[in-house]
């Protein structure tokens, strides 16, 4: 995608061919800056920091996090010691361990002495790939809002969407947002409800951020708007991104989204899930029970940051002295309020027969049901 005319994806290796640049999603909307990342706990702590977020973008991070780890050190011991240290740094999105898993499988294939060339080149494999995947999201999705488009002729498209699964949660292109983008450049008229969602606004400051460079028409509104709005019939799809979705369809995403499924299922409005395969977890089954929920620290409740009139950027405390805070980072929608699932392979139903009709392949040989 495109900010102020020049590409970007949101992680790239550097002129030096070996560290690595970000976007430091922190600073925006107010400043863009990129950071170099130039050893794992670089990686990590732009991880754990939020630098970098977004399932697929972790992913990615992780794994030129575990390239750098090998230029200084290739043995076996360096390589698990790094795996385990990136692997703790944010435990709710799949997309971690999966990319994790990729590298070391990639390096254990060859010799010591070309562990870091082998690195490099399954990191980059795995950074075309996610662009590739939520391009084939986007196209996928981009059917669904032709749909509405042709069942309401000359009248806007309108979508509800949270938090931030565009091209900044990913490589490039997004999940959520993918089909979004697509829609506007196909000239469907089509806008966008931002949800704020707080407590970090990632929707407020990088889903607006993007949409607006775009030119993707949208509108901010609190998070408790979005239940008002479809009751009165101003939203015709929501879309949102996921970080780790189980075999049965279950879907974890940034807390306040499983208010909004509860909110369209309600009203008769399609909530759609936008996702990689990456993002599926086939080892889960219940997702309310078994997914671990990150809990961060109160501070991103207490305090909030923003730019004030005479362009300073500050941070305030916005709560009582001396109120406790909590800070649940994501929560579990049902498979039951999902209208669909949307992947790189096409939409199915949330289930797990939905989710086994586009990846038979991870059918058990001995599974007839």
């Keep these: 995608m495109k900010i102020d005319g020049t590409h970007y994806r949101t992680i790239w290796v550097a002129d030096d061919g070996w560290s690595v640049e970000i976007i430091d999603q922190t600073k925006l909307p107010h400043e863009f800056a990129t950071v170099s990342l130039q050893s794992a706990d670089d990686a990590a702590r732009a991880i754990r920091d939020m630098l970098v977020r977004g399932a697929p973008l972790i992913g990615a991070t992780a794994a030129y996090g575990l390239c750098m780890a090998l230029r200084e050190d290739a043995s076996d011991e360096n390589l698990d010691r790094t795996y385990d240290m ?39 494999r795995l950074c075309d790939e996610d662009v590739e995947t939520c391009r084939r999201i986007g196209e996928n999705g981009l059917r669904i809002v032709r749909g509405l488009a042709e069942a309401k002729p000359g009248q ?74 479809m009751q009165h019939g101003k939203i015709d799809m929501c879309i949102v991104g996921t970080d780790r979705t189980t075999s049965t369809g279950d879907v974890a995403n940034k807390i306040g989204t499983y208010l909004k499924a509860l909110a ?55 709560s009582a002295p001396g109120s406790a805070a909590a800070n649940y980072g994501f929560d579990v929608t049902p498979a039951r309020y999902v209208t669909g699932l949307i992947t790189e392979r096409g939409v199915c139903p949330a289930s797990r027969e939905g989710l086994l009709s586009l990846y038979p392949e991870k059918k058990p040989e001995n599974d007839n049901g």
Excluded at 171 to 195: E, F, Q
Excluded at 199 to 225: C, K, W, Y
Excluded at 292 to 298: A, M
């Design 86 to 124: 990136l692997l703790a740094t944010r435990p709710t999105a799949v997309n971690l361990k999966w990319s994790l898993d990729a590298m070391r499988d990639a390096v254990r294939k060859v010799g010591h002495n070309a562990r870091v060339e082998a690195a490099y080149a399954e990191a980059a």
């Design 156 to 229: 806007t498209v309108n979508i509800l969407t949270h938090c931030n699964a565009g091209w900044l949660a990913c490589v490039d292109w997004g999940t959520a947002l993918a089909p979004i983008y697509m829609a506007h450049d196909a000239g469907l008229p089509v806008h966008v409800w931002v949800d704020e969602t707080r407590p970090r606004n990632q929707g407020a400051s990088l889903t607006a951020f993007e949409l607006g460079r775009h030119g993707v028409p949208h509108t901010i509104v609190p998070d408790n708007a979005g239940g008002h709005l």
């Design 264 to 318: 369209a299922e309600a009203n008769n409005v399609p909530f759609y899930v936008a996702l990689p395969h990456t993002t599926i977890d086939w080892t889960m089954k219940d997702g309310v029970r078994e997914i671990e929920i990150e809990e961060r620290s109160p501070r991103e409740v207490t305090h909030m940051t923003g730019r004030t009139e005479k362009g300073e950027v500050v941070t305030v405390e916005i």
